[in-house]
């Protein structure tokens, strides 16, 4: 391998932009986390049920 191709490689970013959903209602948010944590599950307010619920990581959509 030669150096250039060392010297010109994109590096990773630290954070992902990843798609979430309600458990109750399906409802999404997209959110940022780090790339090296674990699934990000947290509780928030769904607008559909105007409740505060529990929403995890469905998928990740794209590198910041």
Excluded: W
């Excluded at 409802?27 to 990000?40: E, G, M, N, T, W």
């Amino acid at each position: 391998m030669f150096l250039t191709n060392i010297l010109l490689r994109k590096a990773k970013s630290k954070r992902v932009l990843v798609l979430t959903q309600s458990v109750v209602t399906g409802h999404q948010l997209v959110r940022i986390r780090d790339r090296l944590a674990d699934k990000l599950e947290f509780r928030s307010f769904d607008p559909y049920i105007r409740k505060v619920t529990l929403y995890k990581e469905k998928r990740k959509l794209c590198s910041l």
